[in-house]
């Protein structure tokens, strides 16, 4: 069935039709960072009392902006961001009546490919008997009629959800400046398992009137690939042979090509000491693929010249079928901006007022209404208050579903016959109809210390087609409410740089002349020197699994994995490889000498392939992908030996479980089929609260620094709610490292890791045909060697900013199991003290 089928990237990806969601951030200012993280909840669909038992769609964002000037002229951007989303969405609209409720707690879906009974305006009509008692002779007969109510004529969306999905897109862009005038240009990509796009942009900027006036320009050029799969429960509900190049074979995917190309032009005007207008004027052309592969349309059926002997004349057989939506092939877009911002003196705020109208040739038009108060506070704080509304006329070929006055018109393979119908273009997707969005929200804001700001946000939003502009908005059954919280971290690294001359001075000297931080992939290294100092640090790390798959310490062959491998059942699939990325934000604060608190969120993707083992049963690769915030870490460093050759130290923290430890797989979409809990080593935290102790030493003498660490991992509790609980872990390691210049040092460490098996297993339903299924294919005992490099820079803007990176190098594996082997791990770290 359609409702088991995988909603992908595109899902999200059209979050960005206009009034969905908000702006993006501006660009980061000189020699400045910022790491951000943003989720999105949207709330119960109105289901109008059929059972609904997926979740509504969430994402997590992670994103991270930066600008670097690399001369007085010359500045280098980069910006990061990745979305990993899950989670049930519409594919497509039918009436109540032509619906099937969920049996067993699944989901309602239409009625496809059945033959339903409609009067002649195609509402739904039941079969029901009377009662009539004759009064002459007392008689009582059921004579049959046909009803329709309003409820069986209420269109009622048929829901579709997805196992998690992660798109990742990065870019860069270099920029010129002359004395009132710059010129930036740029690129990247951004991937995805089923839409791939490269992208250029070029980005003028003209300073006139004394620099009171602005003129802005750009250009941008897109190009993108969907190779978009379809799953087998699909085949024989959706109608696909109008996009598939291969007819309706339910293993060929929807591939296509788009590029969009767009500019725009913008102008700023300084009106007087408090007031700023702004406006904006852009346009884009879209060509190629335009569609949503993963989004339906309902077709309803019916010959007005039927004849038959079964019912009356004003009873109709109609045929429901579903079809992938089909948009036109090209988009012409025009949106006009205007801002006005004036400076409240008497309180210090600043009120910006914005409007937005959008205008394109598929019949959408919209406009966009905002108002917002920056007001700042005491000790560096402030708070942002906005409200926005958002208008939008519906796409001329949408509707919620579509019926046709004529038989269903098919070809020689049974399929639609597309050359047939009335209509050449037609969509169901929502996004597409009228609407209206009302949101409000508020920003707090602190500046913590010169050049260092965060921001936190909240805001909630009610769609409705009742809030449409003129009103003729979509049914209050496609109304839901949704919301996104934000955060970003701000660094303005020159800022910090002047502010702290001292301190980057005293943090030079101490790595010259007392020792070198450890290599980047060893955590609680150090401490602070001081009462009062603080930390800020970003690490990455990623790990890689690849290769042979190993029993102990030994290969194996895909017949032992197939017979022995899964706990007495026989395995169909094996993984191929797995990538796992954990991005941690470090912050560090001294209150004393000899105490250091530590604080470290994460957040976690990850993504694995697994194919069929050799001659077990037809070859099929599956993929999928977690993503979003992992376990939170807190950690007090205690001084226990300090001169100016040794120093040792040992480390106390806590792991909150705030990852996910019950990420869910949709039925159908993945190996096994059955739906439920993903693979253990892809949740996303442990589900426990874990004790993670360490005791650490470190030494230095000319140019050499030494150290070494014990710690683990001790899991507090035997389960989690899922029903398990990941194995103690214990590490011990050792490192030396050489200063090849006073600002750039080299190491090399061994590593020793055991990690104990899962204990119990989850409880409930789990694919139980892969080895990442059970949980004695977990843990084991490994070698590792790592080699890595060590820098500050010395002098300049970004001075006393430090940069690590580390790769270890896997030894020797023996597991627990039959696991796939490692291939190796990358951890890179940024940090600055001050």
Known sequence: MAKKSSLHALTVAALALPGVLTSPAVAAEDNEASLQYGYYQEGERNTSGLANNLKPIHVDTLGSTGSLRLTDRIKLGFNYIQDTWAGATPITTAPLGLMIDGLTGASSHVNTGKNALVDKNFNPLKVDYKEVVDPATGQVSYPTVYTSSAQDKQPVHMMTSASPETRKQGNFSLG????????????????????????????????????????????????????????????????????????????????????????????????????????????????????????????????????????????????????????????????????????????????????????????????????????????????????????????????????????????????????????????????LSGYGVLSGGI???????????????????????????????????????????????????????????????????????????????????????????????????????????????????????????????????????????????????????WLTLMLMPQFVDMNMSMQSLAG????????????????????????????????????????????????QLTPGGHHGGVGGYIHYGMQLGSGTWDFKPSLTYTGQQDRWSWGAQLNGTVRMQNSNSSGYALGDVFQTSAWGSYSLLNWLSASLRGVYTVQGGIKNGFNGVHPTDATVDFANNYGGRYWDVGFGLNAMVPSGDLQGNRLSFEWLQPVSDDVNGYQLEREGALSATWSYAF
């Open 443 to 593: 920003t707090v804001s602190k500046k913590f210390t010169k050049g260092i700001h965060l921001d936190a946000g909240f805001t909630y939003f009610n769609h409705a087609g009742g809030l449409k502009l003129g009103g003729g908005g979509e049914g209050s059954y496609a109304d839901f409410d949704y919301y996104m919280v934000n955060a970003a971290l701000t660094v303005n690294l020159a800022a910090l740089s002047l502010g702290n001359q001292s301190n980057i001075d005293h943090a030079g000297h101490h790595q010259h002349h007392h020792s070198g931080h450890a290599p980047a992939g060893v955590m609680f290294d150090h401490m602070l020197p001081k009462a009062g100092d603080v930390m800020l640090g970003y690490r990455y790390m990623y790990g890689r699994q690849a290769g042979d798959m190993l029993h102990e310490t030994s290969p194996v062959n895909d017949q032992t994995i197939a017979g022995q491998a899964c706990a007495g059942g026989e395995c169909t699939v094996a993984p191929t490889y797995m990538n796992m990325h954990m991005h941690m934000l470090d912050l560090m604060y001294a209150p004393t000498d």
């Open 616 to 663: 077990i049963s037809p070859v099929e690769v599956h993929k999928h992908a977690t993503g979003g915030i992992g376990d939170t870490s807190a950690y007090a460093l205690f001084k226990l030996f300090n001169n100016t050759s040794h120093h040792v130290h040992t480390a106390i923290g806590i792991s909150a479980p705030t990852g996910d430890a019950a990420v």
């Open 176 to 431: 010129y400046e002359w004395d009132e005038a710059a010129l930036t240009v740029g690129g990247g990509t951004s991937v995805e398992r089923d839409y791939n796009s490269s992208f250029v942009s070029s980005n003028g900027r003209w300073d006139l009137n004394h620099k009171l006036t602005r003129l802005n320009a750009g250009m941008s050029y897109t190009n993108s690939d969907i190779n978009a799969q379809r799953m087998s429960s699909a085949a024989g509900y959706i109608d696909y042979s109008r996009q598939s190049k291969s007819g309706d074979n339910a293993e060929s995917p929807i591939t296509g090509n788009r590029q969009d190309w767009a500019a725009n032009i913008g102008l700023s005007q300084v009106l007087n000491k408090s007031a700023l207008v702004e406006t904006g004027l852009s346009v884009s052309h879209n060509e190629g693929y335009l569609s949503n592969p993963y989004k339906a349309t309902t077709f309803i059926f019916k010959d007005p010249n039927q004849s038959h002997t079964i019912y009356p004349d004003n009873v109709f057989v109609a045929e429901l079928t579903d079809a992938l939506e089909n948009r036109p092939k090209q988009r012409n877009q025009l949106t006009w901006d205007l801002r006005y911002v004036q400076h409240i003196a008497p309180v210090d705020a600043a009120l910006h007022l914005d409007y937005r109208f959008f205008n394109d040739d598929w019949g959408i038009m919209a406009h966009t209404f905002a108002a917002s108060w920056d007001q700042p506070l005491a000790n560096g704080w402030s708070i942002t208050p906005n409200i926005r509304y958002y208008s939008q006329s519906a796409a001329d070929f949408y509707q919620p579903y579509f019926t046709f006055n004529q038989l269903k018109p098919v070809t020689s393979s049974g399929g639609i016959a597309y050359d047939q119908l009335p209509i050449t273009h037609y969509s169901s997707d929502q996004r």
